[in-house]
């Protein structure tokens, strides 16, 4: 293996506080690809682009922009697990580079603890580090149980692509590169309708129905193309999809029973680190996976 | 005052909408009474906005607005051009998703979400918060994390062999926030929302 690569990782709070076996799956796969993270107890919540935008978006600009200057004086790019906290760095990291005036207020803020924010750091969501820094070849390569049974519907989520200008995704209506990572793993990719529809989570503080009654509509087109799980990026799309789909469920008067993993599970799953995600199927899925398991195989 | 109700009536006529008009003939110096307006326009982004059209495939390619149809950002769009305040204060505005479906649509790639934030945020001092909304910001600006940290939780990351994540300095964060004044204003804030926090 070649030499780490080294990044500053942005934990953010739903990943390591709520949904800890993201972190778990996801920084194991890194290390078998010779990825370093490191972490610092200077950053903070991003904050969470759904809600705290709309509270105060000067003081949700100022924070994110604090962060980005953090991981700046630490030199390494930034990785960011979390769908969130990716937009939300990537965007204020954007703005900061794009609006002289918004820069300079925010430096005059960061003075007092001796950081500055200059909008050139790069900004990095997993899936940029596992498709373009890592690559697929690389990928291939350590992939011992290759998963052909599995046809996966790849979930994307909004806040990972969107906007481009921001996230440097490739496509804003029909990205690739997750489902390039899937078939890296073995596994056919399930194409379904609407496939950047959103998982309805933004909304559920404001109006519960409404979102239930989404997430309801995307599942049912994911169960129309017959896939053996979905796969995702962002926490609070798999705190929808999955922890809330008996909801969905009730609100459509429908049957869904879709398996949900994130992406550092499939991962897992092909690697051989089986028993990463079996050793915690219980608690974070309420959507059983154990058939979906016995066909993934490679069980130790 | 004349040109007020000149630009109103220009805003409002559809033939000057379906021609452009309103997006080539409004600019800040004419509009200096339009106070809402203004300030949405100030701020970073805000002034996309005077691209808008109003031509509509915000509203059909908007999720929300298929299962709501009082939910249609091409209206909200025509409420804040037209700098009609109230709709910092209707609920309605809580309802957008940021999916920004909308925005790949527009023709003119207005920054529409960004737009609905910005009236979201005018609204809060009204109230205009989802209760969840307001108790999340409190937790943000007091612990530095968007859910409080629970020691079980603690020990389940060091059980996973997940690294001690230390705490962030929330004294320099609160004094960097301090001329924004987000702190006193989220003590002042009621939510005209019931309920709290459910995830």
């Known amino acids: ?300 | 005052m004349l040109g007020r109700f000149l630009i109103i009536d220009l805003l409002l006529n559809p033939d000057c909408q379906k021609q452009g008009f309103v997006s080539t003939m409004v600019t800040k110096g004419k509009v200096l009474i339009l106070e809402f307006r203004n300030w949405l326009l100030d701020q970073p982004e805000g002034e996309t906005l005077l691209r808008c059209y109003q031509y509509g495939r915000c509203t059909s390619a908007c999720p929300v607005a298929d299962i709501e149809p009082s939910f249609n950002p091409r209206l909200f769009l025509q409420k804040i051009l037209l700098s009609d305040e109230l709709i910092a204060e209707e609920q309605l505005v809580w309802n957008c998703l940021t999916c920004e479906q909308c925005e790949v649509h527009c023709p003119e790639m207005v920054k529409i979400p960004h737009i609905l934030i910005l009236a979201k945020v005018r609204g809060l001092m009204a109230g205009n918060v989802p209760a969840a909304a307001l108790d999340r910001a409190k937790t943000i600006v007091s612990q530095g994390r968007s859910l409080p940290v629970s020691p079980p939780m603690l020990k389940t990351r060091e059980k996973m062999g997940l690294p001690d994540l230390g705490t962030p300095p929330m004294d320099q964060i609160v004094a960097m926030l301090a001329d924004i004044g987000i702190v006193s204003k989220l003590e002042k804030v009621e939510s005209v929302y019931g309920g709290s926090e459910d995830e």
């Open chain 1, 1 to 300: 293996m070649s030499k780490a690569r080294k990044y500053t990782y942005f934990p953010g709070c739903m990943i390591p506080y709520r949904l800890p076996h993201f972190e778990l799956t996801m920084t194991e796969v890194l290390k078998k690809l010779g990825v370093e993270l490191e972490t610092t107890p200077d950053h903070s919540c991003c904050p969470e682009p759904t809600t705290f935008t709309g509270v105060d978006f000067e003081a949700w600009v100022t924070i994110a922009a604090r962060n980005v200057a953090v991981s700046e004086a630490i030199g390494n790019d930034t990785m960011a697990m979390c769908s969130g906290c990716f937009h939300t760095l990537a965007v204020a990291n954007h703005m900061v580079h794009e609006d002289e005036e918004l820069k300079e207020r925010i430096n005059k803020r960061l003075k007092a603890s001796g950081l500055e924010v200059t909008g050139s750091h790069e900004v990095k969501n997993v899936l940029h580090v596992l498709r373009n820094d890592i690559g697929l070849d690389a990928i291939e390569k350590i992939v011992t149980n290759p998963l052909k049974k599995l046809r996966i519907a790849p979930h994307y989520g909004c806040h990972l692509v969107r906007p481009l200008e921001a996230t440097n995704m490739d496509h804003a209506d029909d990205p690739q590169w997750m489902d390039e990572v899937i078939r890296a793993t073995g596994a056919e990719i399930a194409e379904f309708e609407n496939k950047m529809a959103c998982c309805g989570a933004p909304i559920m503080p404001s109006g519960e129905d409404k979102a239930v009654t989404i997430t309801s509509k995307h599942l049912k087109n994911i169960k129309a193309s017959g896939a053996d799980a979905i796969v995702v990026v962002c926490p609070t799309c798999y705190t929808q999809l999955e922890t809330q789909q008996a909801k969905a469920e009730a609100i459509s008067d429908s049957e869904f029973r879709i398996p949900v993993l994130y992406l550092g599970e499939l991962l897992a799953l092909s690697m051989g680190l089986t028993d990463l995600v079996t050793a915690n199927q219980r608690r974070y899925h309420r959507v059983k996976i154990t058939e979906l398991l016995e066909k993934a195989g490679g069980a130790s």
